[in-house]
């Protein structure tokens, strides 16, 4: 007997924490972070008590209390014993915090399978990141951290790796994952063959992105499965098509940076690899060099070494990194402490706010909102300000939104909104669903499930209910 419950992902957008059971065999399809549940009772500066451990996750209903699943340094400092796994495996789709972030709570010894490139993205944000309860993904500090912990490595987790159309073989269950295209990349679909037939998991796909024809392949394959069931993304099936495209972001771009006179400044998200793609072609194409951070070289040199996505390695003609004031403000090489920064402190292609603006109109700035006061170094007169990220959707976004309007207002830019959604729209998806046509559809990841309104059986997720297929 095969039987879906969802503890994530129902009536919201991402958080998807799925889980799978056939005969003995039981895995979970990702196992994100909430972004609403935890934005319901938390922001900036209020967050879950790390010394709490995992008791504020489980107390406000930012984890399912599942037995066999968590940590057990997490178990017995909330005063439970530890408990052996009871789940076979955690399949990740891809490297988004809102799929993956939250395997930082499960137990050791539950391997995470993934792509190989959603494993170097993991590795990345670990290389980057200060180290937190919420961010342990690839390995954790067993808690409470102690003084005598000190120097005692991290505990690793285990990852199995696979590429494109690989079986895996995971207890009674058989898994096909498949590419497809998404904001970022190493994103997978899977056809899951189990005792009653093929579950298909769409995972987040979109078919307007510059690999489109990854989701096509997919849908070929899953429709050739004739599925007993199939669970969708659906974050926006309330849209139709809108034209948008990486070109179309491609296009308004170049054409708003060529005309600027002085400094050009971008914002995308650098674990989406078109995106980065799309500004270095237009650095590029306009001879100008495209300027990212040491946060970013991280991202850069992981992609550079994964051949299949064919970028550039860090130290770039066209690309430079920006040496940020720390501590003393005057670039002092004492200055910098994070071992990211400092191993890359030795590469030729480093400058620096004053470098940019002797020569502003040569540089197009990697420049993330929250390194906004950045603009005070670098003081442009009429510069252009793309955005490439989502509009705000939500009540905190639409805070910052305008706080960052104030940054643009302040210094004169020239504001562009260029950019290209990750999810696939209404129209495409609901061609995706009739072509594949599955026998019971499953829609996760929305706050519209019943939107799609097709003469498919459709089952209004409830979270925590168990449902047999």
């Known amino acids: 007997m095969v039987q879906l419950t969802f503890y994530g992902g129902v009536k919201e957008i991402g958080g998807n924490k799925i889980l799978l059971e056939d005969h003995d065999t039981?895995?979970?399809?990702?196992?994100?972070?909430?972004?609403?549940?935890?934005?319901?009772?938390?922001?900036?500066?209020?967050?879950?008590?790390?010394?709490?451990?995992?008791?504020?996750?489980?107390?406000?209903?930012?984890?399912?209390?599942?037995?066999?699943?968590?940590?057990?340094?997490?178990?017995?400092?909330?005063?439970?014993?530890?408990?052996?796994?009871?789940?076979?495996?955690?399949?990740?789709?891809?490297?988004?915090?809102?799929?993956?972030?939250?395997?930082?709570f499960l137990h050791k010894d539950i391997p995470v399978h993934c792509s190989r490139t959603c494993h170097r993205i993991i590795t990345a944000v670990a290389e980057q990141s200060q180290r937190d309860i919420e961010h342990e993904v690839l390995d954790y500090r067993r808690r409470p951290i102690k003084k005598t912990d000190r120097g005692v490595p991290p505990v690793?987790?285990?990852?199995?790796?696979?590429?494109?159309?690989?079986?895996?073989?995971?207890?009674?269950l058989e898994l096909e994952p498949i590419q497809v295209d998404h904001s970022v990349p190493g994103a997978f679909g899977f056809l899951i063959h189990t005792s009653e037939g093929t579950v298909v998991y769409t995972g987040d796909l979109r078919s307007h992105g510059l690999h489109a024809n990854l989701t096509t392949e997919f849908m070929t394959k899953a429709k050739a499965a004739r599925p007993i069931a199939m669970i969708t993304?659906?974050?926006?099936?309330?849209?139709?098509?809108?034209?948008?495209?990486?070109?179309?972001?491609?296009?308004?771009?170049?054409?708003?940076?060529?005309?600027?006179?002085?400094?050009?400044?971008?914002?995308?998200?650098?674990?989406?690899?078109?995106?980065?793609?799309?500004?270095?072609?237009?650095?590029?194409?306009?001879?100008?060099?495209?300027?990212?951070?040491?946060?970013?070289?991280?991202?850069?040199?992981?992609?550079?070494?994964?051949?299949?996505?064919?970028?550039?390695?860090?130290?770039?003609?066209?690309?430079?990194?920006?040496?940020?004031k720390r501590m003393s403000g005057t670039y002092n090489v004492d200055d910098y402490h994070d071992d990211y920064i400092r191993r890359r402190l030795s590469y030729p292609n480093i400058l620096t706010a004053d470098d940019i603006t002797t020569h502003p109109c040569q540089y197009i700035v990697v420049l993330n909102f929250w390194y906004f006061n950045t603009l005070i170094d670098l003081h442009p007169k009429h510069g252009t300000y793309i955005h490439s990220l989502s509009e705000p959707f939500n009540e905190e976004m639409e805070v910052s939104y305008n706080r960052m309007m104030q940054w643009i207002q302040f210094f004169n830019l020239h504001y562009v909104q260029a950019h290209c959604s990750g999810h696939i729209n209404g129209a495409d998806l609901r061609n995706l669903i009739r072509t594949i046509r599955p026998k019971r559809l499953f829609p996760i990841h929305t706050e519209h499930p019943g939107m799609i309104r097709l003469p498919i059986k459709t089952t209004r997720v409830q979270e925590g209910k168990l449902y047999k297929l």
């Not at 500066?45 to 209390?65: E, K, V, Y």
């Not at 690793?156 to 009674?172: A, E, Q, V, Y």
């Not at 139709?240 to 940076?257: A, D, F, N």
């Not at 980065?276 to 300027?291: E, N, P, Q, S, W």
């Open 233 to 324: 993304e659906g974050t926006r099936i309330d849209r139709g098509r809108t034209g948008e495209s990486e070109h179309t972001v491609y296009q308004k771009s170049k054409q708003e940076i060529a005309a600027c006179t002085d400094l050009s400044l971008v914002d995308f998200n650098f674990k989406d690899v078109d995106r980065f793609t799309t500004f270095y072609r237009i650095a590029k194409d306009l001879d100008k060099t495209l300027v990212i951070s040491f946060k970013h070289a991280c991202f850069l040199e992981q992609y550079h070494h994964d051949t299949s996505l064919g970028v550039p390695h860090t130290i770039d003609d066209h690309i430079m990194l920006l040496k940020p």
């Open 156 to 172: 690793k987790r285990t990852f199995k790796l696979f590429d494109n159309h690989d079986r895996l073989r995971i207890g009674s």
């Open 26 to 104: 039981r895995i979970f399809l990702d196992f994100g972070m909430s972004f609403s549940r935890r934005g319901r009772f938390f922001e900036e500066f209020l967050n879950p008590r790390t010394a709490n451990g995992i008791g504020d996750f489980l107390a406000m209903g930012l984890l399912p209390d599942i037995p066999g699943v968590y940590r057990d340094d997490l178990l017995i400092h909330h005063g439970r014993p530890p408990e052996e796994p009871t789940i076979d495996a955690v399949v990740l789709s891809h490297a988004h915090a809102d799929h993956a972030n939250y395997i930082s």
